[in-house]
């Protein structure tokens, strides 16, 4: 069973709009970490955002938000002011620690593409 | 310092040559992977080392080989490869496996073609 989804396999968005990536996932554990990471044409991953599954506060780092909704299993990642070098491939991620046969496993990814 | 770094960038080979991938980190992290990533999907996980010792293996083919000398270095040794292995390499270290909140930094990786 697949264990992230993320439902928009590309995205577009207007230069210094607003932009939501979706991101579900499925555990039965109580303790997890979820990641996104930007992934630009060059192929290196960049970590963006952390959130853990004990955070009640939404993380941010800069422009770069992550809407958690526990209940939901959702942890959207929120992008501010779109700019044109953040067109790349974002994917989501979660870590189970103990899970070590899948212990951190990406979604299949959203292509995002800032127009100017 | 936050930087995986991994050689070489590129890498062109033939189904019967032997060659290597390096990865190298000096973060002093305890968990270093290697992921395989077809182009539009995610990375797949290969292999995790944790405290220099392989913790899984994902039913890889043997034609890939993992060897980590020491905690910062970890190499991937490569041996009659198919064509359907060409892809993009990533390797990545995080400072252990057994906590949700530690991320992985992951390196540049190595486009490998196998003709």
């Known amino acids: 069973a697949q264990k992230i989804t993320q439902t928009q396999p590309g995205m577009f968005v207007q230069e210094k709009e607003a932009v939501t990536l979706d991101c579900t996932y499925d555990t039965s554990d109580q303790s997890y970490g979820l990641f996104w990471y930007k992934q630009p044409s060059s192929g290196e991953m960049i970590f963006l955002i952390y959130q853990g599954s004990y955070d009640e506060q939404n993380a941010t780092e800069g422009r770069y938000s992550l809407n958690f909704q526990k209940a939901r299993k959702s942890a959207n990642l929120v992008i501010s002011a779109s700019q044109l070098g953040d067109s790349a491939m974002y994917f989501c991620a979660m870590r189970e620690p103990y899970n070590y046969g899948q212990n951190f496993v990406f979604g299949p990814g959203t292509r995002l593409s800032v127009l100017p | 310092d936050t930087e995986v770094t991994q050689t070489p960038k590129h890498l062109v080979m033939g189904m019967t040559n032997k060659k290597s991938l390096k990865c190298e980190q000096h973060?002093?992290?305890?968990?270093m992977y290697w992921y395989k990533q077809k182009a539009k999907k995610p990375p797949e996980l290969m292999f995790v080392y944790s405290y220099e010792k392989l913790s899984i293996n994902e039913s890889v083919p043997s034609r890939f080989s993992p060897e980590c000398p020491n905690s910062s270095l970890l190499n991937l040794h490569l041996h009659a490869l198919q064509p359907e292995d060409s892809a993009l390499y990533l390797c990545a270290s995080s400072q252990d496996t057994g906590y949700e909140g530690y991320e992985q930094y992951f390196g540049p990786g190595t486009r490998l073609t196998v003709t």
């Open positions: 973060m002093g992290h305890r968990a």
